[in-house]
T-cell receptor, first 113, second 113 residues
Framework: KNQVEQSPQSLIILEGKNCTLQ??????????LRWYKQDTGRGPVSLTI?????NTKSNGRYTATLDADTKQSSLHITASQLSDSASYIC????????????FGGGTRLMVKP | DGGITQSPKYLFRKEGQNVTLSCEQN?????MYWYRQDPGQGLRLIYY???????QKGDIAEGYSVSREKKESFPLTVTSAQKNPTAFYLC????????????FGPGTRLTVL
């Protein structure tokens, strides 16, 4: 069964600190992996997308890594800001009919002043 | 502005009533999706449609119905048969290409009174 597991479930950090969120997946066949940011009560917004041949991708203070061999990904947030408080969702896309996505449960990040 | 719109943002329903959630996109995307999100859980697929006049059940289709009469529109009806309809509903569409990137609407929060 295709699964995406994220850790930790929730995280509290102080403003200005760095943090790393983890994502492990067992989705097959693998097409690409995305990280989304979802503010409370809003739709998810894409941060990064990586195929199996890309092992790192940055978007401002967000840097995602992908190890297709171990089926792990991480999202590193540098110099956190209060506006980074949100849920971060790891999503894996498979190569099959319907472009199916498997969603992780998300990591709820709270940045405190 | 191109994008996905959902309406209404908040919806209240009495038990036993059907209710229809709107989803419109002007991105010229072929595929559209409906997801349900419950607190602390990953998004779960309700229905998806890859082309006009065709749609497929997702993982949790029971108690829901959809139609796809136009490329731009993919309304979701939550019927009285859905036993636990209170949730956050997200509509999405896919831009086919290298990444098959999925774009999300702002969501509709449905509360059954």
């Amino acid at each position: 069964k295709n699964q995406v597991e994220q850790s930790p479930q929730s995280l509290i950090i102080l403003e200005g600190k760095n943090c790393t969120l983890q994502c492990n997946y067992t989705v097959s066949p693998f097409s690409n992996l995305r990280w989304y940011k979802q503010d409370t009560g809003r739709g998810p917004v894409s941060l990064t997308i990586m195929t199996f041949s890309e092992n790192t991708k940055s978007n401002g203070r967000y840097t995602a890594t992908l190890d297709a061999d171990t089926k792990q990904s991480s999202l590193h947030i540098t110099a956190s800001q209060l506006s980074d408080s949100a849920s971060y969702i790891c999503v894996v896309n498979t190569y099959n009919a319907g472009n199916m996505l498997t969603f992780g449960g998300g990591t709820r990040l709270m940045v405190k002043p | 502005d191109g994008g996905i719109t959902q309406s209404p943002k908040y919806l209240f329903r009495k038990e036993g009533q059907n209710v229809t959630l709107s989803c419109e996109q002007n991105l010229n995307h072929d595929a559209m999706y409906w997801y349900r999100q419950d607190p602390g859980q990953g998004l779960r697929l309700i229905y998806y449609s890859q082309i006009v006049n065709d749609f497929q059940k997702g993982d949790i289709a029971e108690g829901y119905s959809v139609s796809r009469e136009k490329k731009e529109s993919f309304p979701l009806t939550v019927t009285s048969a859905q036993k636990n309809p209170t949730a956050f509903y997200l509509c999405a569409s896919i831009r086919t290409g290298q990444y098959n990137e999925q774009f999300f609407g702002p969501g509709t929060r449905l509360t059954v009174l």
